[in-house]
């Protein structure tokens, strides 16, 4: 592994189920995010997570939840899809320095019918 | 409310010089950051401006004007594979990033 992973790559999720994106980076970065990108709209947080064992809401939370039990991981779970949020979604981790840059994971395409 | 203005699409010829501006209104200010995202990819990180003036890296340089709330993104020697969405973003007083729309940049031949 380098960098960040996120799986699946792609899903198509029937309204109503539950779904669990998986997210694990390798660089011992503290801190992680969970973004949606919609067409036209600028990226939004989900949740985030600055250390291990800690998360926080970000701007649009309703619908998901996180965990962070460890450093290298962190799932986002919807506990009962609905059709709004069919998104893009890319996990990030940053590096906690001077400028904090964050990475994104290459993404997972999620559309619920 | 927080907000982050880009054009949302520009076009450019190939060899050409671009300038993509970002104009920001936010609660606080703590960095300002410059992202490519080619389509169906991930963002990928190309500048970050914290204090005011211009940083150079390469064929691309970002520009900050703090009181203005202002910056640009300049690109020189446009290449076709330039042809991305560019996002600004800026690290708000709760230290987190507010993000714009991203500009849609065409490079024609």
Redesign the interface.
Known sequence: IAGITQAPTSQILAAGRRMTLRCTQDMRHNAMYWYRQDLGLGLRLIHYSNTAGTTGKGEVPDGYSVSRANTDDFPLTLASAVPSQTSVYFCASSDGGPTDTQYFGPGTRLTVL | GQN?DQPTEMTATEGAIVQINCTYQTSGFN?L?WYQQHAG?????LS?N?LDGLEEKGRFSSFLSRSKGYSYLLLKELQMKDSASY?C?V?DSN????????TKLIIKP
Not at chain 2, 41 to 45: M, Q, V
Not at chain 2, 95 to 102: H, R
């Open positions: 982050i960095g950051f990819e991930a963002p990928t990180f970050y914290v996002l973003a690290r230290y987190q990033l507010i993000w714009g729309a991203g």
